[in-house]
């Protein structure tokens, strides 16, 4: 079946975390249980009422354009919004304020899929469809700002299609524009779909759509395309159609034909004005604004020598690779390893366990792995320490110092215990000195109970040789 060639191109809708909807002054906050709260007379183009695009939000659009350009500018210098015209109870207005002839950003590669558009428009209400045969509508998200990025049919797996859109969501989150949540429906993805054996001509493409996570993203690229090779095979054709995925039974099912495709009747909003970008924005200021991207950070991680599985949870956690990026530039780069260590191993093994834990301060979660490079504690003593600024945020020093935790360097007081250990153990002492060499760090770990934890056991262990020679 390998003789055909896949193409997927994908269309991604996301919500932005702007402060208010994309026309007028309602919160935009998807956290909003109570139905019907944020909506207006602009919300709902009641007759007299004028709409004011959100400049914010047009701004983060800008910015992903900015992050996303390939060489090129691929910033409008004009811009516009359609109202693209259908009747839908989701839709209070009657039709949709989008953008069509002249997107604010056009081309741009991510993952080295090229990408055809970037436009902004407004989300619509959420429906809820009861088991009476109701449907509820929630119109708190009509009007938030949602940015529609479009691609190229330049994908020809699913692998490479989650790659793309797991970077996407990574720059999203970066740049601050989205915050991009598949589960809680501020990123959706629609794939379409098509197979041919004629490398030169593309087949009939599905879309599918209603994809609310990345795993769904795979399997509906995978469903599709056994289905459209099974028909083929059969001496069938593809019908071009709209498609859903149903998440419990993996597989899709088809929702519109082609043949009752909507006419929107796209037109210029006469109630927006047209928008020249260069005169509202300094581009050039935005672009050089930009944070480190997930790409740069990977790499840079990459360059500190860490692992690979290491690199990938810091990478996909913003709020982690702050924290990551603080507590490094604190203690130094070469010792990314052992703070990466501390965080993902230690810390975050520990929080899993008990979700009440939350990290440190910054600035105690540095000290307190300084005190281990400088081996005022152990690597025992760090963890324990740990857990404990996890429960209880405070300065590690200062917990360290009232618990008797600093390991004593001080080699006169070590010298003493390593004198009591040796006058102690006659026996071992002789077995040792008579070959049985094991014995070794049995008195290593005397000498760090008879000083409880607090003696640098490097230094005991220089001190134990010199005293059984
Ligand atoms: P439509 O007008 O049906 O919305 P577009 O040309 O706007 O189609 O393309 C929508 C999406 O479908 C884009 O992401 C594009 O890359 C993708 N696409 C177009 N043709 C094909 C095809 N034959 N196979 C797979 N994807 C396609
Ligand atoms: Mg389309
Ligand atoms: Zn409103």
New binding site residues.
């Given amino acids: 079946m390998s003789e055909y060639l896949t193409?997927?191109?994908?269309?991604v809708h996301a919500e932005l975390s702007t402060k208010s909807g994309m026309w007028c002054g309602c919160k935009n906050d998807p956290y909003e249980k109570r139905p019907n709260v944020n909506v207006c007379e602009i919300c709902m183009a009641h007759p007299g009422s004028l709409p004011v695009a959100n400049k914010e939000a047009i701004k983060k659009v800008i910015t992903v354009g900015c992050a996303v350009q390939d060489g090129e500018n691929n910033i409008a210098d004009f811009t516009e919004f359609d109202r693209k015209n259908y009747f839908y109870p989701d839709m209070p207005k009657g039709y949709q304020l989008s953008q069509y002839k002249f997107p604010i950003v056009t081309g741009g590669r991510v993952n080295g899929v090229k990408l055809?558009r970037i436009h902004l428009e407004e989300d619509t209400a959420k429906s809820t469809h009861d088991h009476e045969g109701y449907t509820l509508v929630d119109y708190n998200r009509a009007g938030v700002p949602l940015m529609e990025l479009?691609?190229?049919?330049v994908i020809h797996n699913s692998e490479d299609a989650v790659s793309f859109a797991r970077e996407l969501q990574r720059i999203l989150r970066y740049v601050g524009a989205s915050d991009a949540n598949m589960e809680m429906g501020q990123m959706r993805i629609e794939a379409?779909?098509?197979v041919s054996k004629d490398k030169e001509k593309?087949?009939t493409?599905v879309?599918v759509k209603n994809i609310n996570s990345f795993a769904s993203v795979e399997g509906a690229i995978k469903y599709e395309v056994a289905r459209h090779i099974e028909l083929l095979e059969s001496g069938g054709v593809v019908v071009q159609e709209t498609r859903g995925w149903d998440e419990n039974k993996q597989i899709t099912f088809s929702q519109r034909k082609k043949e009752n495709a909507h006419d929107y009747r796209y037109f210029p909003d006469p109630d927006l004005p047209k928008l020249y970008l260069s005169k509202l924005f300094n581009i050039e200021e935005i672009k050089k604004s930009l944070p480190e991207l997930p790409k740069q950070k990977k790499e840079r991680y990459s360059k500190l020598g860490m692992q690979e599985n290491y690199v990938d949870i810091l990478i996909d956690n913003l709020e982690l690779n702050n924290y990551f990026d603080t507590v490094v530039s604190a203690v130094g780069e070469k010792n990314a390893t052992l703070v990466a260590n501390y965080l993902l191993t230690d810390a975050l093994g520990l929080l899993a366990k008990d979700s009440t834990l939350s990290l440190p301060d910054k600035a105690n979660f540095a000290k307190l792995i300084t005190m281990n490079i400088d081996g005022d504690i152990s690597s025992r003593g760090a963890k324990d320490i740990l857990a404990i600024l996890m429960k209880k945020d405070q300065d590690p020093e200062v917990y360290a110092k009232e618990n008797n935790l600093i390991q004593t360097t001080d080699t006169e007081s070590l010298k003493k215990i390593v004198q009591e250990v040796v006058a102690e153990n006659p026996k071992q002492v002789a077995d040792y000195k008579s070959g049985k060499e094991a014995m070794f760090m049995y008195f290593v770990g005397q000498c760090m109970k008879k000083s409880k934890g607090s003696g640098n056991p490097a230094l005991f262990q220089e001190l134990l040789k010199e005293a059984l020679k």
Avoid: A, C
Wanted: hydrophobic share 30%.
């Fill in positions: 193409t997927i191109g994908l269309e055809t479009v691609t190229e049919p379409n779909i098509s593309f087949g493409k879309e």
